[in-house]
């Protein structure tokens, strides 16, 4: 598989979450009902950005660099998403919770939009598929389940 498939395979993932938390926001009446219904998404969020940094990111600074340009921003908007959710995470308020949470939403969509159709491309004009699905099985590796069914 190629880690560029893998990642936007998640990233599909994700954005079913995004919608389902972003028509839950009004529903919400407890700020840690909000905190709860988000810590799993933000968890696996965190686990795929951590990914995509140590895959694909690693692999791209020799083509584009470490001091500016695109990894720089993916790099800065992970810090962004990251820093959201802690912050969704020790809202005091349902009021601040449903905020935050729809500013979070707003960045991790025009993240996703960044990195599907600039970044990803990208990796595919630089690498041919050999290079993509060795990247793809360091992936794999990664997402293995502890427990294998035979």
């Known amino acids: ?9 998640e990233h599909g993932v994700f954005h079913l979450m995004i919608g389902y938390i972003e028509q ?3 529903s919400f009446d407890d700020v ?21 940094d140590e895959l694909l990111f690693v692999a791209l600074e020799p083509h584009l660099g470490t001091q500016s340009g695109p990894l ?7 810090s962004q998403i990251t820093d959201l959710l802690g912050q969704i995470e020790s809202a005091a308020s349902v009021e601040a919770g449903r905020a935050l949470a729809a500013q979070m939403i707003v960045v991790v969509r025009s993240h996703f939009q960044k990195e599907e159709q600039v970044l990803f491309r990208m990796a595919r004009q ?3 598929e050999e290079e993509l ?10 997402r293995t389940p502890l427990i294998h069914l035979d």
Do not use: C, K, Y
Not at 72 to 78: C, L, N, S, T, W
């Open 32 to 52: 840690s009902n909000l905190q709860n219904r988000i810590a799993l998404f933000a968890f696996a969020l965190e686990s795929h950005a951590r990914l995509e």
């Open 24 to 26: 839950a926001l009004p």
């Open 126 to 128: 630089f690498w041919g």
């Open 133 to 142: 699905s060795a990247l793809g099985a360091q992936w794999a590796q990664r």
């Open 72 to 78: 720089v921003v993916m790099r800065m908007e992970h």
């Open 1 to 9: 598989m190629l880690i560029t498939d893998a990642l936007l395979g």
